[in-house]
């Protein structure tokens, strides 16, 4: 017998994850391979992951693993929030309008501008001089 599982694809600034949501198991909140709470060192960036389940109200119903990878904290855990809500929809399309609603399902476009040639940065100049 094949486990039902769903998968969800997160994104956000360079960090990529994917969710695997478990219906009916008791396993809690893993991220690579870690317990979430062991993974993060912040409660904000847990309570960030964590979201969407909580605003579904399925908060014991599944496992999640998650494998996240690339950029910082607070990317990784803006891509889980965004893989979890994508595999909650999977694995109940009824939660679609409130997860959309809530802003769960729209990948956060913002990513850091490209530093420019001849500047110190993407926006800072070097000082001007006129003499």
């Excluded at 904000?44 to 690339?70: F, L, Q, S």
Aim: charged letters at 30%; aromatic letters at 8%.
């Amino acid at each position: 017998m094949a486990l039902e599982q769903f998968w969800g694809t997160g994104r956000r600034k360079t960090s990529v994850a994917r969710v695997r949501i478990i219906p009916g198991s008791e396993d809690g909140f893993i991220v690579n391979k870690k317990p979430i709470d062991e993974y993060f060192d912040r409660s904000d960036h847990v309570a960030e992951a964590k979201h969407p389940i909580e605003h579904a109200e399925r908060t014991g119903e599944y496992a999640v693993h998650v494998n996240v990878r690339g950029g910082g904290n607070t990317g990784q855990a803006g891509a889980i929030s965004h893989g979890l809500a994508r595999a909650l929809v999977k694995a109940d399309e009824s939660l679609k309008p409130a997860l959309k609603k809530a802003g769960f399902l729209t990948r956060d476009p913002r990513m850091v501008e490209r530093k420019k040639y001849g500047q110190k940065g993407a926006r800072a100049r070097f000082q001007f001089s006129k003499r």
